[in-house]
């Protein structure tokens, strides 16, 4: 019978489904035992994992049957997949079924730092009543620039343009970009110049990491809002702080880090009187996403083993 390892958490129907056509060894916990994995995957078929595990080069050469691993997410950065490839293993990610949370994030985060909510909120708190202290804005009219137009790009171009927002966006890999109405395609330095908004929307590569930087930041005109959910590194986060202490940005929402959990160090650089939204890569989390999420990854574990 063929035999599925789960390293990560997992919903329960979507868990019976599995079970009603696998031998399944589910360990919500087992991604922090990598040791262990490795002795372990040399049994299995398949394996399911969400962002925590990571499937290296050593627990894939360990995996003398392994064709298929599941990601229930999006991201593959924890995932060796030119190693998978080489070896024939199909990696599947759940793309697409958590971008309508990742959507709701953007625009929520947009909204709140646009208009300071951060600052009412943490000043109302300390009993200051900075009602008339701080200066806040309308959203309608401001330019939203995406970085990064994929799934979730676009569906963030649709959504954010109904809140009266221009659009513009870079991505030099998108071919059809004459197909996108009502967004403007410009290159990069230019959503650094217009943007009182940045959105991205990027995958980790060696190209993209910390592609966000000291320079990057010298560049925006506007004081843009950042808000990241793709992948922290995408980031400098150093330079990010400076470049809010300098008033280069006038707010960010970061979801994603370097380092997650976030380290000590940094959060020693942020306090209370910044305009910021700090969550623990939860913008593709919600209750609806993560039962799309489940679901689409056992369908197609089931379709592709009966496939074979």
């Known amino acids: 019978m063929t035999k599925i390892l789960i390293t990560e958490f997992i919903n329960t129907n979507s868990l019976q489904t ?4 696998f031998e399944v060894h589910y360990n919500e916990k087992l991604w922090g035992q990598p040791e262990e994995i490795t002795k372990l995957i040399k049994e299995f078929d398949g394996l399911i994992v969400r962002n925590k595990t990571k499937v290296t080069k050593d627990i ?3 995996a003398h049957t392994l064709k ?3 990601r229930l997410g999006v991201g593959l950065d924890n995932i060796d997949t030119e190693h998978c490839k080489n070896k024939g293993i199909h990696v599947q990610p759940a793309t697409g079924m958590n971008a309508d949370s990742v959507v709701e994030y953007v625009a929520s985060s947009a909204l709140s730092l ?23 804005e309308e959203i309608s009219g401001k330019t939203l620039g995406l970085i990064g137009y994929g799934s979730i790009g676009k569906k963030v171009s649709k959504y954010c343009s109904n809140l009266g927002l221009n659009i513009v966006a870079y991505d030099p890999y998108l071919k059809d970009q004459n197909n996108e109405q009502d967004v403007k395609f410009v290159k990069l330095d230019e959503i650094y110049n217009v943007s009182n908004i940045i959105s991205l929307h990027l995958p980790l590569t060696d190209e993209t990491r910390n592609l966000i930087n000291k320079v990057s930041f ?22 990010l702080i400076e470049a809010y202490n300098n008033n280069l940005i006038s707010g960010f929402a970061l979801d994603v880090f370097e380092n997650e959990p976030i380290k000590q160090e940094f959060y ?3 306090n209370d009187n910044m305009n910021c939204i700090l969550t623990p890569h939860i913008s593709g989390v919600t209750t609806q996403s993560n039962e799309r999420v489940c679901n689409f990854i056992a369908d197609k574990t089931l379709e592709f083993f009966k496939n074979r």
């Open 18 to 21: 599995l079970k009603q056509s």
């Open 114 to 136: 646009i208009k300071k909510i951060p600052l009412f909120n943490n000043g109302t708190i300390k009993g200051e009543w900075p009602r008339t202290t701080i200066k806040s």
């Open 60 to 62: 894939i050469d360990h």
């Open 68 to 70: 298929f691993v599941g």
């Open 218 to 239: 010298s560049k925006m005109k506007q004081q843009p809002i950042i808000i990241n959910t793709s992948r922290g590194s995408v980031i400098n986060e150093d330079d």
């Open 268 to 270: 020693n650089k942020i």
